[in-house]
């Protein structure tokens, strides 16, 4: 089947940059999507890059796709303690989504 | 307004039990799935639902698992004869249309417990 990689911890001083990596399996995803999980609550929707799409940038957040090597990665720049979550790494080419394990960033004030 | 919705948030229940868990999705929403996440793991894909069919249940472990979705909103998914290995937290996710290429908006899930 279908497979994501990401690392599963990242630790940051608030302040500085944060960068979430994750590699995939699947070469038809038509998106990228980057999900956060915060403690005790559900999944929600960060950002997403379209698969023709090589960088978006929306505040904080880049996203960057290197399509061939299937790798896509998530900056936060000026990472606060209220970023610290669990980031899942999501492709899925048809309609079912592919998670990876989740990258658990720690913020340290 | 209202995200998606389930019930019971917390669920314990001894070995061999059955169990219902409801997700009530967003108003308007055709596809529905349903996800399971073990501790340390990324949730799993178990079935999915485009209106009141069921589009792939290809990501159900076995024959105890069990959903429907009757009316194409409100969707229950049954677990028969519970083993401690059913334990971890249930999500329920809608989105307008389905596939990938639209956002699933998550529930706070239901976490099982099978003693």
């Known amino acids: 089947g279908e497979d994501v990689e990401q690392s599963l911890f990242l630790s940051v001083r608030e302040g500085d940059s944060s960068v979430i990596n994750c590699t995939y399996t699947?070469?038809?995803?038509?998106?990228l999507y980057w999900y956060k999980q915060e403690p005790g609550a559900g999944l929600q929707l960060l950002t997403y890059?379209?698969?023709?799409?090589d960088m978006k940038q929306d505040q904080r957040l880049t996203v960057l796709l290197n399509k061939k090597d299937k790798h896509l990665s998530l900056r936060i720049a000026d990472t606060q303690t209220g970023d610290s979550a669990i980031y899942f790494c999501?492709?899925?080419?048809?309609?079912?989504?592919?998670f990876g394990r989740g990258t658990s960033l720690i913020v340290h004030p | 307004g209202a995200g998606v919705s389930q019930t019971p948030s917390n669920k314990v229940t001894e070995k061999g039990k059955y169990v219902e868990l409801r997700c009530d999705p967003i108003?308007?929403?055709?596809?529905l799935y349903w996800y399971r996440q073990s501790l340390g793991q990324g949730p799993e894909f178990l079935i999915y639902?485009?209106?009141?069919?069921?589009?792939?249940d290809s990501g159900l472990p076995n024959d105890r698992f069990f959903a429907v979705r009757p009316e194409g909103s409100v969707s229950t998914l049954k677990i028969q004869r519970t083993e401690r290995g059913d334990s971890a937290v249930y999500l329920c996710?809608?989105?307008?249309?389905?596939?990938?290429?639209?956002?699933?908006?998550f529930g706070p899930g239901t976490r099982l417990t099978v003693l």
């Open positions: 996710a809608s989105s307008t249309k389905g596939g990938t290429s639209s956002e699933q908006f």
């Open positions: 699947d070469s038809s995803s038509t998106y």
């Open positions: 890059i379209f698969s023709n799409m």
């Open positions: 999501i492709s899925g080419g048809s309609y079912i989504p592919t």
């Open positions: 108003s308007g929403h055709t596809a």
């Open positions: 639902f485009q209106g009141t069919g069921a589009a792939d």
